[in-house]
């Protein structure tokens, strides 16, 4: 059974740093592409940074320069590095892994909250 548990979210001043990790199990994990997206309150989940099975990344205009995405396929972790953290920033982030096809795999969520 596939599992991915967030870990990583708190309470952090404008300008602070945070390390966001996503856990896998039940799965091959090297296999899977992985996204790190997030949902601020009222707003539409959106896709923040990705990471091919390769290893090439992508990052949305918003955090671009400041996150980092990066990935240990011995521990079956994916990471999300969150520098220069806005306020903006504030939302529920998770992880999603895809291996290509129609399913993709969603954790719980770990909550970012930013104050200015």
């Known amino acids: 059974q596939v599992q991915l548990v967030e870990s990583g979210g708190g309470l952090v001043q404008a300008g602070g740093s945070l390390r966001l990790a996503c856990a896998a199990s039940?799965?091959?994990?090297?296999?899977?592409?992985i996204g790190w997206y997030r949902q601020a309150p009222g707003k539409q989940r959106e896709l923040v940074a990705t990471i091919t099975r390769s290893g090439s990344t992508n990052y949305s205009d918003s955090v671009k320069g400041r996150f980092t995405i990066s990935r240990d396929n011995a521990k079956n972790t994916a990471y999300l590095q969150m520098n220069s953290l806005k306020p903006e920033d504030t939302a529920v982030y998770y992880c999603?892994?895809?291996?290509?096809?129609?399913?993709?795999?969603w954790g719980q969520g770990t909550q970012v909250t930013v104050s200015s």
């Open positions: 039940g799965m091959i994990f090297s296999f899977y592409h």
């Open positions: 999603g892994c895809n291996a290509g096809g129609d399913r993709t795999y």
